[in-house]
């Protein structure tokens, strides 16, 4: 008995089990056909939908889309402020006056600088005779962007570190000096749609660029106040330029930037509208400008742990 059992399992085990489209499937044993133990039935099944809301599509066309062939032309671009023409005509000159030693010592540290680039790239000369045309004033603002869209991503970078060593939440400011480096290299960016630099030029920033990274992150460790405070007065400094740029639309100096259209990347960028001029796009940087003057103020008036007062794109 046992041993028929064992003989009907194997020959169960081995033999195939058919579907029959006519009628009821059975398993056959030898010759013999019984009636259905079971009957497999064809089960379709669809997976159910994807939720993708948590990648949606950024509202902001990328600048770079059109020339550089993207499909996709939303991503990549952090948040950033909007301003309004009221906004934009209303940045003021202001000073954050130094308090203590670190203050001072931010505060002259800038001072001395500026003084040096004035006088080395022309700027004074060009100021006192009244000659800054457009290219001058190109060569001007492209360097001074590469340098200015060093110190959000190495504080950026540097915070983002410690809060690796430390495994502790970095209070979000992180991501305001991430969207201050990329506000500023958009800045270069847009400035670089009407010059091509020279190879001399270029090798220029890569040398200042070494040091100035090198410096800075070192300077960051020691003291991200005093870091904050000398982007602060450099901003300051950056007002004042581009106000007396935005100046020389109206005495003459410049013969193309007023009559000349914005670029299609400056645009999208600022969300400028359709028949936006040059001027516009500086007045756009300005405020930016002014914003990063402000917000770097702030972080160095405040504790390291203390949480962002400023949210995504503000």
């Not at 003291?223 to 581009?242: D, I, M, N, W």
């Not at 936006?276 to 940087?285: E, G, N, R, S, T």
Request: with cysteine.
């Amino acid at each position: 008995m046992t041993s028929t059992k064992m003989t009907t399992r194997f020959l169960l085990s081995i033999n195939l089990v058919s579907r029959s489209t006519a009628g009821p499937s059975c398993i056959t044993i030898g010759r013999a056909c019984t009636r259905p133990v079971f009957q497999v039935r064809s089960v379709t099944t669809s997976s159910p939908q994807k939720d993708t809301s948590h990648f949606k599509q950024s509202s902001v066309k990328h600048p770079l889309a059109d020339k550089l062939g993207y499909k996709q032309r939303n991503d990549y671009l952090l948040p950033h402020p909007i301003w309004s023409e009221d906004e934009v005509e209303n940045v003021k000159i202001t000073h954050h006056k130094p308090g203590d030693f670190v203050d001072k010592m931010a505060y002259y540290t800038v001072n001395s600088l500026r003084a040096c680039f004035d006088w080395f790239s022309g700027y004074k000369l060009g100021m006192y005779f009244n000659t800054l045309n457009e290219e001058k004033w190109l060569r001007r603002i492209i360097f001074l962007e590469t340098v200015a869209g060093v110190p959000g991503m190495v504080a950026a970078m540097t915070r983002h570190l410690r809060s690796l060593r430390d495994m502790q939440r970095d209070y979000g400011w992180i991501h305001t000096l991430l969207e201050e480096a990329e506000n500023e290299r958009m800045h270069l960016m847009t400035m670089l749609e009407l010059k091509n630099p020279t190879i001399m030029f270029k090798g220029s920033v890569v040398l200042f660029q070494g040091l100035y990274v090198s410096a800075f992150w070192l300077a960051y460790l020691v003291s991200p106040r005093f870091c904050h405070r000398f982007v602060g007065y450099l901003e300051e400094e950056a007002v004042k330029t581009y106000t007396h740029c935005l100046e020389t639309f109206e005495d003459g100096t410049l013969k193309h930037w007023p009559v000349m259209p914005a670029t299609d990347m400056a645009k999208r960028y600022w969300k400028l509208p359709e028949d936006a001029k040059m001027k516009d796009v500086i007045l756009a940087i300005r405020a930016d400008e002014a914003h990063h003057r402000e917000v770097n103020h702030t972080f160095s008036s405040m504790k390291q742990d203390q949480i962002n007062p400023y949210g995504p794109g503000r």
